[in-house]
């Protein structure tokens, strides 16, 4: 199980740091990513970690402000969100997945439940 933290309302240009607590003593055994999903559209993939911790990748829209990290320690994946914009808003999910192309695809085996992030001018 999957389960978001860290979500609320906050000014443009401020930051967020969203996390995501693994029950799962497997937590090793899977790249996890960040996805967002706004009313009327498809989730959307922002960010991934390989299992390591050692490579990540980004979509565009989260390169350079975004920034995904884990603590396999403690099973807990975060995603660093700065210099927050109003297009930001929307629910952010974590996901984890054994295999890279399907984490990046939004296929995964888990989902987290969510957590709604606003950002107003």
């Known amino acids: 199980q999957l389960m978001e933290s860290g979500g609320g309302s906050v000014q443009a240009g401020n930051s967020l740091r969203l996390s995501c607590a693994a029950s799962?003593?497997?937590?090793?055994?899977?790249?996890m990513g960040w996805f967002r999903q706004v009313p009327g559209k498809e989730r959307e993939f922002l960010a991934g970690i390989d299992w390591s911790g050692t490579n990540d990748f980004y979509d565009v829209s989260a390169k350079g402000r975004f920034f995904i990290s884990r603590d396999n320690g403690n099973y807990m994946l975060y995603l660093q969100m700065n210099s927050l914009k109003p297009e930001d808003t929307g629910i952010y999910y974590c996901?984890?997945?054994?295999?890279?192309?399907?984490?990046?695809?939004?296929?995964?085996?888990?989902w987290g439940q969510g957590t709604q992030v606003a950002v107003s001018l």
């Open positions: 799962t003593y497997t937590f090793t055994d899977y790249n």
């Open positions: 996901a984890g997945d054994s295999n890279w192309d399907r984490l990046v695809a939004g296929h995964v085996e888990y």
